[in-house]
């Protein structure tokens, strides 16, 4: 029996898709190994969404290769789609495969088809397979693939091609297959749902979707990253009445300053977050509201910076992902003049980080004394031993708990701060 490993990389995507190349595998009676060592295949769905993530593509298939030289290496996920010819040149590399091909991994290592990876962009419709089981105590249903859009740094199209929705049969079959097996909650995954439907004649919307989830057996749901378009306040005003959905909300923002989106290629305002992010805080009590901010933009003038910098600190966002700038060979943005150098991006980064980490701060401090709902994990804390679960309102909690209330629902009251970084402390309610 050929032994495999899998190391995923990136998104959320990209771990409902191992979990998926994992599970055809197995039913062809390969087994899955916890460790490289005893792997005959090592499998790396990569991310390719910055430089560093390229760094990390190839830093880990090197270590594959100290610890295991005899392991056939297989690479797949965006890095593979982008770099499929350049990466056959690496003698460590054994098998290339496209994102559109993973579900045909068997087949592929089976007949040791070396290369298999197709033009992205002739796949005009979204290639479903159900998912039985997750090692993740929230379950993530893949609701789309693809992405529209061009932003002039991203080369993510390119390696996921166009927007494919998932049809709202697949998915509510998905979700109840889940709900059956035990899961609480679902995630929303893909790499645009705000798209979700765009693709249907006639054209359908998220809230489309989302409406037949909500008559769903699954108990709850949480929605992927959206764009600040993708929020009309009518669909704010629907989840606001909805029991099953979690008020955790993570906004594609990238940047704070209309001169710098218009750079970005993104079809939103300034005023536009603003409104978007105080009806959320008006609608929702205590709702999470994250985003993405990218730093050192190419031509972000110091001023630029400012504005963001400014706008950023004065609206309710609850923590802010924030990354620097990473130039992507083949975009608009890396042909852009007065690219930002690293130690400015660094610094940038600095600043909004300590935005970030007040606004954190504030947000679980208005949290100390409210009731959660809470669904407790599989695995305790490491470090504190404590067992964990996540609320509704995506914070992080540890309890000193029994196990018997592991994969449980349970009502907890926040008490305080943890010495664990982004984690409060929380006791079970009786």
């Not at 008006?282 to 400014?310: M, Q, R, S, V």
Request: charged share 30%; aromatic share 8%.
């Amino acid at each position: 029996m050929k032994k495999f490993f899998i190391k995923t990389l990136g998104c959320k995507t990209n771990q409902v898709e191992s979990a998926l190349m994992s599970q055809i595998l197995t039913s062809d009676n390969y087994e899955e190994v916890n460790s490289i060592e005893k792997a005959d295949y090592y499998i790396l769905n990569s991310c390719s969404v910055t430089h560093i993530a390229d760094s990390k593509n190839i830093s880990y298939i090197h270590r594959a290769k100290r610890e295991n030289p005899e392991v056939k290496i297989v690479i797949t996920g965006c890095m593979a789609q982008l770099e499929k010819e350049k990466l056959l040149e690496n003698k460590e590399i054994d098998f290339v495969i496209g994102n559109y091909e993973k579900n045909d991994i068997a087949k592929i290592l089976n007949n040791k088809e070396n290369i298999k990876v197709s033009n992205i962009f002739e796949h005009n419709k979204f290639r479903n397979e159900k998912l039985y089981q997750t090692n993740r105590t929230r379950a993530s249903v893949k609701i789309q693939d693809g992405c529209n859009n061009r932003c002039t740094y991203c080369t993510i199209p390119f390696a996921r091609g166009k927007n494919r929705s998932n049809p709202i049969e697949n998915v509510i079959e998905q979700i109840n297959l889940f709900a059956d097996n035990g899961y609480f909650e679902t995630v929303l995954t893909g790499i645009h749902i705000g798209q979700w439907g765009y693709d249907f004649s006639p054209k359908l919307s998220l809230k489309n979707l989302l409406e037949e989830i909500e008559k769903s057996n699954i108990k709850r749901y949480r929605l992927g990253s959206l764009n600040p378009t993708e929020l009309p306040f009518e669909f704010i005003d629907f989840l606001s009445q909805s029991k099953k959905f979690c008020p955790h909300f993570h906004l594609s923002l990238q940047s704070d300053c209309d001169r710098t989106l218009k750079n970005m290629n993104r079809h939103y305002t300034v005023e536009q977050i603003k409104n978007l992010t105080e009806y959320i805080d008006l609608k929702f009590k205590n709702a999470f509201i994250g985003c993405d901010i990218i730093a050192g933009f190419p031509d972000e003038t110091d001023k630029d910076f400012e504005t963001t910098y400014n706008n950023l600190s004065s609206i309710p966002l609850s923590r802010m992902h924030i990354f620097p700038y990473s130039r992507r060979k083949g975009t608009v943005a890396d042909k852009m003049e007065n690219q930002i150098n690293e130690k400015t991006k660094q610094e940038r980064c600095a600043k909004l980080q300590s935005i970030s980490d007040k606004k954190l701060k504030l947000f679980f401090e208005k949290n100390i004394n409210t009731t959660n709902e809470v669904i407790i994990e599989k695995r305790r804390d490491k470090k504190t031993n404590l067992l964990k679960g996540v609320t509704r309102n995506y914070i992080n909690v540890l309890i000193d708990a029994k196990d018997d209330l592991k994969d449980t629902i349970q009502t907890v009251k926040i008490t305080s701060f943890s010495n664990e970084k982004e984690k409060m402390i929380a006791k079970i309610v009786t």
